[in-house]
């Protein structure tokens, strides 16, 4: 099995390396990322500029592409032939906050997998959900280890096509998670403010700021799942027409 | 009414010109757009840098701000209290190409109309199908005639709570359209390919080329609408839970 490992934090980051250690368990893996991170960058096609790509390596010594563009970027010129090799599956991660609820449109992790499934590939997104930073130093074992158990799982089993796995592991050691749960994305509440600031020279800039957004917690949704101490599995499609709301509009005259 | 105009192709582009222009017949306009282009950028939440906002004028005249963010960071600045008017509605376009199928998490033109239905406001998302760019010079009357007469019945009638209006138009003259179709999201056929090069000094760069995307002509899609001669209306959600996978999942043991 061909993986093709990749993430929205850049090259260097430890949830990279963690992921793509625990994936060479399983097959072959090219490590194929961003030479920057790109958090909550959404779902990029670069297509106003050409992009580079270089090799490097990780702080194992594992060989590494890395490019210009955004993970979608990187899965895309994996996939368009840049890597010759056939690639089974695209793993994305591991992101050091959920991807939950809204945030799957935002998220540079899981649109990373989303690229890999419109271009006919399994792709799965992994995220950690730690409340804090733990000054930076994060264990990312138990969702290493998830992330494998689930990739085995997924090409064992065959994934339904045109699905990406969205999978968020709560922050606890592998012998204390609950168990796995297949959830429906749940409703993140984004706690964002305007912070106005004036720069040296008394001219306004603005952060979107406020506190880290929580969500509802509802019983089956992915928030709910890691609340409760559950690894989220949310297959998610890429189809996003509103049936409900289709049937409503079409008694409608313009 | 109060109507926050934007758009992903940059505050000088003609598109906005003629959504701002056509809004101002259903109330007050403020327009709120990126200082660049954005096409194909993504639902993108800016955090790792302050953005900065300045006033401009449209080629008519009209007052407009401009940000060095994405579209959806315009969205969120303004409704975060950049604008202090409360927003009834954000319409965005008029994208000189249409947004269909696996384009909508792509599109800037889209994902600033899922940003504004995410903060609850409606979110109606404008773009023209136009299969020939015309020497640069798009006639966006149709286009901006039906926006008008989509966001009046929008208000009128209330939009289902959290759905994104996703329109696409026909490059025809009004009286040539065959109708308005409530349509679901149909295929996408991208015809990517790696685009290798060499720079001056003998090094690679790589563009994402190939031939634009075509569809897949189905009965009741956004494409087939649009190759029908029809105004597309296609309603989307932000929940991209996939249902029917869901149920084959529940029954995986991990």
Redesign the interface.
Known sequence: MHILVTNDDGVTAPGLLALAQEMKKLGQVTVFAPDR?W??????????R????RETILADGTPAFMSDG?P??CV??AL???IEEKIDIVVSGINPNANIG?D???SGTV?AA?EAV?DGVPGLAISLDSPENHGGKLDYTTAASVAR??AE?VTA?GL?Q???WNVNVPYLKENELK??M?T??GLRL?R???DR?LDPRGR?????GGQAPTGVDEPGTDFGALRAGY?S??????????????R???N?K?
Chains 1, 2 share one sequence.
């Not at 958090?39 to 106003?48: C, F, L, N």
Request: no cysteine.
């Open positions: 991170n958090s909550a960058s959404g779902h990029v096609k670069t297509m106003d050409p992009l580079r790509v955004a979608s970027d895309a010129l368009l032939g840049l809204h799957v449109t935002y649109t989303m419109i158990r689930v799982k089993e339904p045109g699905v990406v168990g796995f297949v429906r994305q984004y964002d403010e305007l600031r306004p800039y603005y952060w979107i690894v599995i949310t297959p998610l499609q890429l189809d996003l027409t509103a049936r409900e709301a289709m409503r509009l079409e409608w313009f």
